[in-house]
């Protein structure tokens, strides 16, 4: 029973879902929060977005994961499907797929939030193949209950989706286009 000191030693414990939003809330939230923030020059934007794809590549990994996301990045998850770094954009629709991957009620959350469902319709819109490949994995990651299929009808995402499918589609028939994606579309 004897510590020759007398002090008690310290148990470890895991982090519980309310201590690792806690250090979401208190360590990982001001961080973003500056990275979606107005830039004055192009050094500090390159910085922020960097710095903000590096926290998003961190919360992907987790395990356990951070379930139900916080709600300080729900809030700041519109912004972030919009950034004008392409990394950021891509990297958190994959952190959305991966929550309503994780849980049902996450998924239908994120998918009834309309603010997410814009961003995430500008995401699909992007210029970026990488970001709309995500936004488009996060959409049916979000599809995966009947009420998340039901909310993202009613949003800008499928028409967004419908559009893209419609360009894709229009760019392939066109002459000299590549036959691999329309052999894909055909079968």
């Known amino acids: 029973m004897g510590n020759p000191d007398g002090a008690r030693k310290k148990k470890r414990r895991k982090r519980s879902g309310g201590e690792a939003a806690a250090s979401f809330d208190r360590d990982v939230f001001p961080i973003l929060l500056a990275a979606v923030a107005p830039a004055t020059g192009p050094n500090q934007r390159a910085s922020s977005a960097a710095t903000a794809a590096r926290l998003l590549r961190r919360l992907l990994p987790r395990s356990p994961p ?9 809030a700041l998850l519109p912004l972030l499907l919009t950034s004008s770094s392409h990394s950021v954009a891509a990297l958190s629709c994959e952190v959305m797929g991966a929550a309503a991957l994780q849980s049902m009620e996450a998924g239908e959350a994120l998918a009834s939030d309309g603010g997410i469902a814009s961003g995430l319709a500008r995401a699909l819109g992007s210029g970026s193949q990488r970001v709309a490949e995500a936004a ?52």
């Open 66 to 74: 951070l379930s139900p996301l916080p709600g300080p990045l729900v």
């Open 136 to 187: 488009c994995n996060a959409v049916m990651d979000l599809s995966a209950s009947s009420i998340g299929r039901e909310h993202l009808s009613g949003s800008p995402v499928l028409p967004r989706l419908l559009w893209n499918l419609f360009l894709g589609l229009s760019v392939a028939g066109a002459p000299g286009a590549k036959q691999g994606f329309q052999s894909q579309v055909n079968v």
